[in-house]
């Protein structure tokens, strides 16, 4: 059974700095590509950052890049997501989601795209 368990989550000031970690189960690890997605009520998931694990190819959108790092640790079958900086627009609930990368398009980083998926954890930054 394929797994994605997201933690790392919280309320933290403007300017602060939180650790996402995506710990998966249940599938071949290094065939994925996994994406950090972010949703706020009554807006579709919006792509962040994905990875490709097995050659460690990233994506960022413009509004994070500089700011946020993706990481993979194949060791531990965890995907991480750095967020330094942050702001209050990057308020929301975090899902992580991965997808078979060969042959796919996993670096357009689209939720559409991407088919197993974790139960979200809250980031909330405060001004």
């Known amino acids: 059974e394929v797994q994605l368990v997201e933690s790392g989550g919280g309320l933290v000031q403007a300017g602060g700095s939180l650790r996402l970690s995506c710990a998966a189960s249940g599938f071949t690890f290094d065939d994925y590509a996994v994406g950090w997605f972010r949703q706020v009520p009554g807006k579709e998931h919006k792509g962040v950052s994905c990875i490709s694990v097995s050659d460690r190819l990233t994506y960022y959108s413009d509004s994070v890049k500089g700011r946020f790092t993706i990481s993979s640790d194949n060791a531990k079958n965890t995907v991480y997501l750095q967020m330094n900086s942050l702001r209050p627009e990057d308020t929301g609930v975090y899902y992580c989601?991965?997808?078979?990368?060969?042959?796919?398009?996993?670096?357009?980083?689209?939720?559409?795209?991407?088919?197993?998926w974790g139960q979200g954890t809250q980031v909330t930054v405060s001004s």
């Open positions: 989601a991965a997808l078979r990368a060969y042959g796919s398009s996993w670096y357009i980083c689209r939720s559409a795209l991407y088919d197993y």
